[in-house]
């Protein structure tokens, strides 16, 4: 099993920042995709951004230009560097990896990190 452990959310006023990270650790063998999610409250789960082990982003539209994801394989970590927060940013964020064992994909979610924009 692999865990994933996040952490910086909080809450921040509306134009501030803010940067999630989260480690994984456990059975790694090769994490490939890494990415975080947000559930807002009567939303569904949704992508904000991820990044393939190679350092390729991508980012749901509403964040680009505010959002920047990175990654460091020989720790397992993913950051979110979230700049010029507003109230609609407001969920819980949830770490996400996968990695391949024996032919199957596997997928871990943290426990989740709230953030909160005031307005």
């Known amino acids: 099993q692999v865990q994933l452990v996040e952490s910086g959310g909080g809450l921040v006023q509306a134009g501030g920042s803010l940067r999630l990270s989260c480690a994984a650790s456990?059975?790694?063998?090769?994490?490939?995709?890494m990415g975080w999610y947000r559930q807002a409250p009567g939303k569904e789960r949704e992508l904000v951004a991820s990044?393939?082990?190679?350092?390729?982003?991508n980012y749901v539209d509403s964040v680009k230009s505010r959002f920047t994801i990175s990654r460091d394989n020989a720790k397992n970590t993913v950051l979110l560097q979230m700049n010029s927060l507003k109230p609609e940013d407001t969920a819980v964020y949830y770490c996400?990896?996968?990695?391949?064992?024996?032919?199957?994909?596997?997928?871990?979610w943290g426990q989740g990190t709230q953030v909160t924009v005031s307005s």
């Open positions: 990044i393939t082990r190679g350092g390729s982003p």
């Open positions: 456990g059975n790694i063998v090769r994490i490939n995709g």
């Open positions: 996400n990896a996968d990695q391949m064992l024996l032919g199957s994909r596997y997928a871990y």
